[in-house]
């Protein structure tokens, strides 16, 4: 994550990480509909802290993280389906979790990643 | 979250003051407490807490589980000196993700040419700092060697409580500028605040090693989350 900041102009990235907040606004001015994923909890080794986002858009444009690449294929998968429902959903992400989901942390830990539409 | 609550979560820290939102899990409701508003919160301990350690997570309030997410406003470092070791501290600072400045009234050092693609002041500290005031969320290190040009934006630094303050120079340069402090009635408790010598005691001698041993006490200060116990003027806690 932290090197996805490197050559983002002043506009698109600033403080430790990529300011995907920021872009949220800009995405959302410019007309995308957009959802938010943020991890909200985190057991053992997790990969991105709580309060991390990811922005995806309707056709299914990324910004951000919420894990190391390990989930976020899952997580923009769901977020298509929160766009359209406009519903949030909560998601859990564990190592052990196959049957659940075929996706999860190679580093052993977990994680709760709260899924939401952007409302504008 | 709606439009409006991300449009001023990112101009709170725009203006450069912390912001949180709170969603209640099982409604989906939200809402943003800016920090000056925290007190008047009905879970005003709560947000305290974790504005405090700047961490994001799950809280258990009265009215059920809530996720507070805790936004700071981005992290800038000051450096007043356009020497060669600003020249290899800037890249290091923007690699590790940190916005950077350099500030130095010597047109000789402050070129754009040293300092390619980086914002540079050619000017005295105290005209820059009146327009982009020090604060909390704000490293400084002092390295042009020359009390004429640092003490100022230290003593600035001091007294805004920046989370870093870093002084160039050797014990006795350091114990020269302390009695300076000292007749210009700046007090113990803030002026022991000052990282000197300069950086992290790993034996740096070029101007490429002391830039990444001021590098690491600065990631230190604020991943300890040092500035937010000073800034209340408590004891650091670790």
């Known amino acids: 994550m932290m090197t996805d900041t490197n050559g983002a102009s002043p506009d698109e990235g600033s403080g430790l990480e990529l300011d995907v907040l920021a872009l949220a606004g800009r995405w959302s001015a410019g007309g995308r509909r957009l959802a938010l994923a943020t991890v909200v909890e985190t057991w053992g080794s997790a990969p991105r802290p709580t309060g991390s986002h990811l922005i995806i858009d309707d056709e299914g444009r990324f910004e951000g993280s919420v894990s190391g690449g390990c989930v976020e294929g899952a997580v923009i998968a769901e977020a298509l389906d929160v766009i359209e429902t406009g519903s949030p959903k909560m998601l859990d992400f564990g190592v052990a979790d196959e049957t659940a989901w075929r996706v999860g942390l190679s580093c052993g830990g977990r994680i709760r990643v709260y899924v939401e539409p952007v409302l504008r | ?238």
């Open chain 2, 1 to 238: 979250m709606r439009r409006d609550l991300i449009d001023a979560v990112n101009a709170e820290r725009a203006a450069r003051r912390a912001v949180l939102t709170v969603t209640d899990l099982a409604t989906g409701n939200q809402r943003l407490v800016r920090e000056a508003e925290i007190g008047r919160d009905p879970i005003a301990e709560l947000l305290e807490r974790a504005i405090r350690s700047g961490k994001s997570g799950i809280v258990e309030g009265p009215e059920g589980e809530s996720f507070v997410n805790v936004y700071l406003p981005p992290v800038r470092i000051v450096l007043i000196g356009a020497v060669h070791i600003s020249q290899a501290l800037a890249p290091i600072a923007r690699l590790a993700g940190y916005d950077v400045e350099i500030i130095d009234p010597r047109t000789a050092f402050a070129t754009p040419e040293r300092f390619s693609g980086f914002e540079l002041h050619a000017e005295w500290p105290d005209v820059v700092l009146r327009t982009r005031p020090l604060d909390a969320y704000t490293a400084i290190a002092l390295i042009t060697h020359d009390p004429k040009i640092d003490d100022g934006p230290l003593i600035e630094a001091l007294k805004s409580g920046c989370f870093y303050i870093g002084a160039l120079g050797s014990r006795k340069t350091h114990a020269r500028r302390l009695e300076r402090l000292k007749e210009a009635g700046i007090a113990d408790h803030l002026t022991s605040r000052i990282d000197a010598p300069i950086g992290a005691d790993i034996g740096a001698a070029s101007p490429g090693e002391i830039a990444v041993a001021i590098m690491a006490s600065i990631i230190e200060a604020f991943r300890k989350r040092k500035m937010f116990a000073e800034r209340r003027g408590e004891q650091a806690g670790e």
